[in-house]
Every structure is written in C-alpha cells, then in structure tokens.
C-alpha cells in the first residue's frame, strides 16, 4: 500500500481505474470458463458491493462535500441535480429499449451500451474521489465499484452468449463495457483540480449518482433472490467493511 502512495496521483487514479476495468474483465471471462454461473453467486456479490457503495457514497463522497462547503443548500441541491440527470438519462436509455423488444441479440447488445455508458459516470466518481477526498477514502470507492463491476461483466457476456454471439466475442463485449472507466477516472480527476472552487458540488453530484445506480439496479437486483434476507445482511456486511476503512485506516 506504501508503493501505491508514493505514485503520483495521477498514476493512482489511472491504477485505480485500470483495477474496476480488470473486474469487469474478470466478471465477463466466467463465460469462458463455464456454461453458466449461480444467480446466487452474483447476487451475494451485489448485495456486498452495494454496501460498500453506499458507504462510500457518503463517508467517500456526500461528507467531504458538507464539511468542505460553507452553504448546505448548494450541497443539497448538486446532489438532488445528481439524482434528477441520471433520472432522465435512464428514461432516455428507456426509449431506445422499446425498440429492440423482439430481437434478443439487438436488446444484449443494448445492455452492453447501457452497461458502458453507466460505467462513465462511475469511472468519473472514482477520479472525483482521488481528487476531492482522502486517498483511503479513493481507494474504498474504488474496491466497492470494482466489486460490483464483476457481476456486471458476467451479465452481459453470458446473455451475449446465449443471444448467439461465440464465447470469446462475448467475454470481449462484456471487458470492453468497462474500458472507458479509467479514461473517465482521469476526466474526473482533472476536473476536480481544474475548479477546486466548486469541489463540494462535484462531490455531492458523484455521490447522488451512485446511490442512484444503488438504489435503481443493484439493490433491486439482490433482491429478486430467495435468501433476500441474507443479501440484506450481506449489504450491511459491505457498508461495515468500508466504514471500518474510512475510519480507522483514514
């Protein structure tokens, strides 16, 4: 961990975004391992990286922006700003899905322009964190969303797959959903040094957009398993681990 301080934060950040790609990457490699992979198995991932996102969102994200801002109503309406922009860009992805309801390889690879396009605004939170919180703070965003981009990558190679698409095209789909969050990480970053001046807007902004994504998908997403109570607990697993790095390792 001392190594990965002493890079500058740039490479960190690059680091950072590279490891939540390498997930995704592992998540989609399932396809070529196995037939299949146990519902179950995704789920208990989900519900321990929600957890963890959660959080992350605040102690990571939501808490630096209150404790950096010297007007609460600016925070609280970036991150209400947050929640609306990622509403209408959801309803937006809407519309494009009715038109593919009856051809089932057109509606996977749309799940894989979603999945991407939903990985941006993740890999940016990531280069906010680096740039706006403190770097254990950084680091616990980053294994959480990292976490939750191993199922991610599975649920869109194994459709691909069974949509007719060969396995090795399919595991190439589900990595390249996740090659742009280290190009957004850096974005992010940058941008958060460019204009340090409204850093508490940017931090509520990226913390309302991954409870946005919690809330929306992944919870939602455990819970359609039978065992919904041991997934709750899984979450609350997820969110204790990740406090227990902000607060006694930071």
Known sequence: MNYFFSFNPIIQVLIAGIICFIFTSAGSFLVLLCKNIKQ?????????????????????????????????????????????????SNKLLEKFDKRYTDCNLKRCLLLFFSITLHNIPEGMVVGVAFGGSSIVAAISLTIGIALQNFPEGAAIAFPLNKAGLSKNKSFLFGALSGIVEPIAAIIGYLL??????????????????????????????????EKKDLMALLTIIGFSFMMFLEFILG
């Not at 519900?47 to 990571?60: C, L, P, R, W």
């Open 40 to 88: 179950s198995v995704l789920d208990g991932i989900n519900s321990i990286s929600s957890g963890i996102m959660i959080s992350a969102a605040f102690f990571s994200l939501l808490l630096p922006a209150i404790n950096s801002s010297k007007n609460m109503f600016i925070v609280v309406f970036s991150f209400i700003i947050g929640g609306v922009v990622m509403y209408f």
């Open 192 to 225: 958060v040094l460019q204009i340090k001046s409204i850093l508490p807007v940017i931090l509520a902004i990226a913390s309302s957009v991954m409870l946005y994504v919690i809330v929306l998908e992944i919870i939602p997403e455990c819970q359609r398993s």
